[in-house]
């Protein structure tokens, strides 16, 4: 089986324009997680989803960050306008149910804004 | 509220010692706990997790983990280290929802 597919891998942006890290999960798992990660602050959790709402978004650092996932088979993250102190690794995971803990990462989007 | 601390942010071994990772935990209710590893320029994958059976838990690629409720800790090992176990190792707690909350990582090199 495929596992979760990311894409861009890599994304190079000037400060100000529109970024869209896009993920598809694992088929049949109805849980999917965009998670950052920086070398200051480790992994941290921006949004869950659960079959397809979003159920806790505490993470989302502004406004300027959204996400959305239209359908179980694609999630977008958004970072509109995006500033310097954005740039990391961008995961997104899956789990089949919504308790296990047993995720399923991609290999990330690297996010660099200058 | 659930959190992990590593003890240790880098690990050398030569290849073919123990490999000792550790962790420690804090939970106000059982929690659930994992180990997690991270190649190079790789999402994490999980090596291994304790849900409240078994208190020595094994995983894949001969790594174990062990359960100390009294310690409150959750070290992982390896009797003999790999050229290829070189990664970053992340410990993670739950309290059975869908929350994990990882530790700081560990990065361990192997020296031949």
């Known amino acids: 089986d495929a596992g979760v597919i990311q894409s861009p891998r890599h994304e190079v942006t000037e400060m100000g324009q529109e970024v869209t890290l896009r993920c598809k999960p694992i088929?049949?798992?109805?849980?999917l997680f965009w998670y950052r990660q920086t070398m200051m602050r480790g992994l941290e959790l921006l949004i869950y989803f659960n079959n397809n709402v979003p159920i806790d978004d505490s993470g989302m650092p502004e406004d300027r960050f959204s996400a959305k996932m239209p359908n179980a088979s694609f999630s977008t993250l958004k970072i509109q306008p995006s500033e310097p102190r954005d740039s990391a690794v961008y995961f997104c995971?899956?789990?089949?149910?919504?308790?296990?803990?047993?995720?399923?990462f991609g290999e990330g989007s690297r996010l660099t804004v200058l | 509220a659930q959190s992990v601390t590593q003890l240790g942010s880098h690990v050398s071994v030569s290849e073919g010692a123990l490999v000792l990772l550790r962790c420690n935990y804090s939970?106000?209710?059982?929690?659930?706990l994992f180990w997690y590893v991270q190649y190079p320029n790789q999402g994490l994958q999980l090596l291994l997790k304790?849900?409240?059976?078994?208190?020595l838990v094994k995983g894949i690629n001969g790594f174990e983990a062990e359960f100390k409720k009294s310690e409150t800790s959750f070290h992982l090992t390896k009797p003999s280290a790999h050229m290829s176990d070189a990664a970053e190792y992340f410990c993670?707690?739950?309290?059975?929802?869908?929350?994990?909350?990882f530790g700081a990582g560990t990065t361990v090199t192997v020296r031949a």
């Open positions: 993670a707690v739950s309290g059975g929802d869908y929350k994990l909350s």
């Open positions: 939970s106000s209710v059982p929690p659930y």
């Open positions: 995971a899956s789990q089949r149910g919504e308790d296990t803990g047993e995720l399923f």
């Open positions: 304790y849900t409240s059976a078994a208190t």
């Open positions: 088929s049949g798992h109805n849980s």
